[in-house]
T-cell receptor
Framework: DTAVSQTPKYLVTQMGNDKSIKCEQNLGHDTMYWYKQDSKKFLKIMFSYNNKELIINETVPNRFSPKSPDKAHLNLHINSLELGDSAVYFC?????????????FGPGTRLTVL | GQNIDQPTEMTATEGAIVQINCTYQTSGFNGLFWYQQHAGEAPTFLSY????GLEEKGRFSSFLSRSKGYSYLLLKELQMKDSASYLCAVRDRAGGATNKLIFGTGTLLAVQP
């Protein structure tokens, strides 16, 4: 199926641990994003990559580091996890060149930090 | 600054029409999106307006007035499956990031029988 996929879907971990979330899209899009959705359902952009180049880098603690090995993948690594990092993290992708700007979202990764 | 306002919650009856409003004040504007998000699921694209006026797509329509910083999403012939959060998002062009979406906090719509 063509889609944006994320792994894992659920992630439960202890404070202070380091964890990664992976995202892949097979839609042929050139731009990928990471969003954080908090407990109040507010969806906020964190990072965006266009053709493997970082183009959006919001005010996010430097414990969060995105990595894009190629156009189809965007991973998120989080160091020294804190309680406040608990949220749902969504990956998304879009195709800038086509002029169609809608973003397609992955299923989300629910991160719980204990 | 960036500010996008939507009502927090709305309730409507199956078969009726509901209008969800969104007002925005952003440093750049390059279009407005509406997304639907069911509980525990990903947001899915509903509509995109970049010019003033009404865009109709089946039971859903979206309106934009750039001069007023205002949009609405109109849902007709409501069905129970329309119970979801509806997210308004402005495509901001500030800082050269041409596809940065600023989301509102969403409107939780409950459709009752």
């Amino acid at each position: 199926d063509t889609a944006v996929s994320q792994t894992p879907k659920y992630l439960v971990t202890q404070m202070g641990n380091d964890k990664s979330i992976k995202c892949e899209q097979n839609l042929g899009h050139d731009t990928m994003y990471w969003y954080k959705q908090d407990s109040k359902k507010f969806l906020k952009i964190m990072f965006s990559y266009n053709n493997k180049e970082l183009i959006i880098n919001e005010t996010v603690p430097n414990r969060f580091s995105p990595k894009s090995p190629d156009k189809a993948h965007l991973n998120l690594h989080i160091n020294s996890l804190e309680l406040g990092d608990s949220a749902v993290y969504f990956c998304a992708s879009s195709h800038q060149i086509s002029g169609r700007y809608e973003q397609f979202f992955g299923p989300g990764t629910r991160l719980t930090v204990l | 600054g960036q500010n996008i306002d939507q009502p927090t919650e709305m309730t409507a009856t199956e078969g009726a029409i509901v209008q969800i409003n969104c007002t925005y004040q952003t440093s750049g504007f390059n279009g407005l999106f509406w997304y639907q998000q069911h509980a525990g699921e990903a947001p899915t694209f509903l509509s995109y307006n970049v010019l003033d006026g009404l865009e109709e797509k089946g039971r859903f329509s979206s309106f934009l007035s750039r001069s007023k910083g205002y949009s609405y999403l109109l849902l007709k012939e409501l069905q129970m499956k329309d119970s979801a959060s509806y997210l308004c998002a402005v495509r901001d062009r500030a800082g050269g990031a041409t596809n940065k979406l600023i989301f509102g906090t969403g409107t939780l719509l409950a459709v009752q029988p």
